[in-house]
């Protein structure tokens, strides 16, 4: 996934090389912040246009990925109201079916079941499986002991910092 050859000061990241494929770097990774990227001024639809646009996809493929991952994260009823009105673990699922818009093959997912209740944790852990199972690469930091036993496959501890 990440490479590096100390010798040869060659960084790799998803395969592309850091210091002449930077753009293919970033496409690589999607990264879901502790506290949600979600517009509430805005529908959870046109929400995920807006990042289907910021990735440059067509219009109509900006529609498909949209349909697709509105279904996938089970918002399509919810598609047309204000990202507002969602409740907090439809939220942190349309803020990961944002960063998914791009296809990241790294994602970087920051605290995604704090404040959550028991049944949209359970649901998050679900998504958080079925992206491993898809071959994305997964990076999660998270408080809860039971959440990393539950879906990490190797685990680090920070400890005074």
């Not at 959870?44 to 994260?73: I, P, Q, W």
């Not at 990961?96 to 990241?104: D, H, K, N, Q, R």
Request: proline fraction near 3%.
């Amino acid at each position: 996934l990440v490479s590096a050859d100390a010798g040869s000061g060659e960084i790799r990241v998803g395969g592309h090389d850091l210091a002449t494929e930077p753009q293919a770097v970033r496409a690589a990774i999607g990264v879901t912040g502790q506290f949600s990227a979600v517009d509430g001024l805005i529908t959870g639809e046109e929400n995920m246009l807006l990042m289907a646009d910021l990735h440059h996809l067509t219009r109509a493929d900006g529609r498909r990925v949209t349909a697709e991952l509105l279904e996938r994260f089970d918002l399509v009823d919810a598609a047309k109201k204000p990202a507002s009105t969602y409740s907090g673990g439809m939220k942190r699922r349309l803020d990961i079916a944002m960063t998914l818009v791009g296809s990241p093959r790294i994602i970087f997912l920051d605290e995604p079941t704090t404040g959550l209740d028991p049944r949209s944790r359970h649901t998050m852990w679900g998504i958080i499986r079925s992206l491993v199972t898809t071959g994305v690469t997964v990076l999660l930091t998270t408080q809860y002991l039971d959440e990393a036993d539950e879906l990490a496959d190797r685990i680090a501890v920070l400890d005074n910092g």
